[in-house]
């Protein structure tokens, strides 16, 4: 079983949907959750950066994390073409990261 | 403030022969690791490391594979005798010390091209 497991999608929405993206885990040594949005042929980009369980608001973007269910979510509101990207979670024992390995998402205009 | 900074972008190299990639960390970052991309595999954790100190290689193969991030200059992933599997996209991430050490910047990443 992978440490982190995501959906790869792909996912199309149309420009202003609600996207919602996931990861789920096994590890629960995991306190550091963490949302990169990596365009075609650069880096991931940090997004979001979450501690242990709870939610945090950026502008569009939410992240939630749900220790007990081992589950976290990243939802954006109003999506733009602009946000057409793949998405990666990440998670950190403290020690090493692991990321899943990506949401390739598509907003339609 | 520059990001993190990776040279070469691209890099082709033969089979057998070595492959020097390189990262300059964000300004007042301590933290660098390496990753590997393969398509449908997602960020594969290589090694940790802070100046002069390797903290962390568990993700690094046993062999041919190498990491330094000396005193002064840029960390440096060393692959000698590098063969096609080792084709692949080399990212470096840095993170700073102290209040959010575990906020990770990437750079552009090196796209390694074995023929």
């Known amino acids: 079983q992978k440490e982190v497991e995501q959906d790869p999608g792909p996912l199309s929405v149309p420009e202003g949907a609600i996207v919602s993206l996931n990861c789920t885990y096994s590890?629960?040594?995991?306190?550091?959750f963490m949302w990169y949005r990596q365009y075609s042929r650069k880096g991931p980009e940090l997004l979001m950066y979450t501690y242990s369980s709870g939610n945090k608001e950026d502008g569009r973007f939410t992240a939630q994390v749900d220790k007990s269910s081992k589950y976290i979510s990243l939802f954006i509101r109003d999506s733009q073409p602009s946000d057409s990207a793949t998405y990666l979670c990440a998670m950190s024992d403290g020690n090493q990261f692991y990321f899943g390995t990506g949401t390739s998402l598509t907003v339609i205009p | 403030n520059a990001g993190v900074m990776q040279n070469p972008r691209h890099l082709v190299r033969r089979r057998g022969q070595e492959a020097r990639l390189r990262c300059s960390p964000m300004?007042?970052?301590?933290?660098v690791y390496w990753y590997r991309q393969l398509p449908e595999e997602g960020l594969k954790f290589m090694v940790y490391l802070q100046k002069e100190n390797i903290i962390d290689e568990s993700g690094m193969p046993k062999e041919r594979f190498s990491a330094e991030f000396p005193k002064e200059g840029p960390s440096i992933l060393r692959i000698q005798q590098v063969v096609r599997g080792d084709s692949a996209a080399y990212f470096c991430?840095?993170?700073?010390?102290?209040?959010?050490?575990?906020?990770?910047?990437f750079g552009p990443g090196t796209r390694l091209t074995v023929t």
């Open positions: 590890n629960s040594a995991f306190q550091y």
């Open positions: 300004k007042g970052h301590s933290h």
């Open positions: 991430a840095s993170s700073p010390q102290g209040l959010y050490p575990y906020e990770q910047y």
